[in-house]
C-alpha cells in the first residue's frame, strides 16, 4: 500500500503514466484497423461481439503477459544467429505476425479488387459459426503479437507494474469505445478500406523489418498514415460536395 501511495504523489511517475497510456493508445490504433476490418466480413447481427471479444481477449492477454514481465523480457534474448543477426523470440514473432498481416491485408485487397460471387459464405447457419470463430482466432493471433510488443515497450518506459496495468486498461477501454464508429465508418466508405488495408501492409512490414533488426521510428509510420487519411479526408469532402451540387 505505501508503495502505491509513493506513485501518486510521485510527479515523475504521472509523466510515465500518462506518456505510457498515449503509447498504448496509439499502438491500438494498428489492432484496432485490423479488428475492425475483420469483423465487417461477419453478418451484422456477430459484429459488435466479435468486436468486444476481440479487444476483451486483448485486455485479458495484456495483463496476463504483465503477469509475467520477468518471462517477456528475456523474449528479447538471442536464440540463434543467422546473416550475422541475432534473433530472439520477439524477432520471430514479430516476424510471423508481419507475415500474417501482409497476407491478411493482401488477400483481402485483392477480394475487393476481384470479388467472387460464390465468396458470400455466411449464408449458410454452419458457415456463420466458422466464419465467427475463424475471426475471433485470427484477432487473437494479432492480440497476441502487439501485446508483446506492446508489454515490452512499456518495460522499457517505466519498472512500475501497476503503471503498466493502469495505462493498458486505460487504452483498451478506449479501443472498446471507439471501435464500433471505427468499423461503421470503414464500412460506409469503401475508399477508406483500402487505405485501411494498405495501413496494415505497412504495419505488416514494419513488424517484419523491425524483427530482422531494422527498426522504423514508429513517428515515420504514424506520420504517413496521418497524412494519408488527411488526403482521403480532403478526398471525401470533394466527394461530397460534387454529390451536392449533382443534386441541385
Known sequence: MDYLLHLAVDPA???????????????????LIFISILT??????????????????????????????AIIVTLTTPIFTLFGHGFSWRDLILIA?????????????????????????????????????????????????FSIDSIITAVGMTEHIP???????????????????L???????PTVVMLALGFLIMIGMTLIADGFGAHVPKGYVYAAMGFSAAIEGLNMLARQRHEKVARK
Open 40 to 69: 465487417n466480413k461477419l453478418p451484422q447481427q456477430y459484429r459488435q461481439k466479435a468486436r468486444r471479444i476481440g479487444i476483451s481477449l486483448a485486455l485479458i492477454l495484456r495483463l496476463a503477459l504483465l503477469g509475467t514481465v
Open 183 to 189: 468499423a461503421k465508418f470503414i464500412e460506409a466508405n
Open 97 to 145: 505476425g508481419g507475415l500474417f498481416l501482409v497476407w491478411k491485408a493482401t488477400k483481402e485487397i485483392h477480394h475487393n479488387v476481384d470479388p467472387h460471387p460464390d465468396d458470400d459464405l455466411f449464408d449458410a447457419p454452419a458457415a456463420v459459426s466458422i466464419g465467427f470463430t475463424a475471426a475471433i482466432v485470427q484477432i487473437l493471433l494479432l492480440d497476441l503479437v
Open 163 to 181: 503503471i503498466m496495468i493502469i495505462a493498458v486498461i486505460v487504452a483498451v477501454s478506449c479501443m472498446l469505445l471507439a471501435a464500433d464508429p
Open 13 to 31: 511517475a504521472w509523466v510515465a503514466l500518462v506518456t505510457l497510456i498515449a503509447m498504448e493508445v496509439v499502438l491500438g490504433v494498428d489492432n
